[in-house]
């Protein structure tokens, strides 16, 4: 059974950090593309960025792209979200998943197989 576990969320500053761990019990991490989503209240979920197999290709959107960073460690089954600059709008729910199916990158949530239950991140103004 494959399990997503998001961790590092909660109450920050604007202006402060966060950094998103999401650790896979996936046995074919290291040949998975993943990514991280949010959905703030009355909101639909939105892609905010995702990372290929090895890591050398990372796509972001375009609130994010220059403040966050995607990264993994496949020795440790792991994806990373490293979050500078936080604004209220970055408020959510933040979800990691995992293709399933393929290495490469990509933004909507229908290419997703496996997704892990999120981690609350809150930044107040």
């Known amino acids: 059974q494959v399990q997503l576990v998001e961790s590092g969320g909660g109450l920050v500053q604007a202006g402060g950090s966060l950094r998103l761990s999401c650790a896979a019990s996936l046995r074919t991490f290291s040949s998975n593309a993943m990514g991280w989503f949010r959905q703030a209240p009355g909101k639909e979920r939105e892609f905010v960025a995702t990372i290929n197999w090895s890591g050398s290709s990372t796509y972001y959107l375009d609130s994010v792209r220059a403040r966050f960073t995607i990264s993994r460690d496949n020795a440790k089954n792991t994806v990373f979200l490293q979050m500078n600059s936080l604004k209220p709008e970055d408020t959510g729910v933040y979800y990691c998943?995992?293709?399933?199916?393929?290495?490469?990158?990509?933004?909507?949530?229908?290419?997703?197989?496996?997704w892990g239950q999120g981690t609350q991140v809150t930044v107040s103004s």
């Open positions: 998943a995992a293709r399933g199916l393929s290495s490469v990158v990509a933004t909507t949530t229908r290419e997703y197989k496996y």
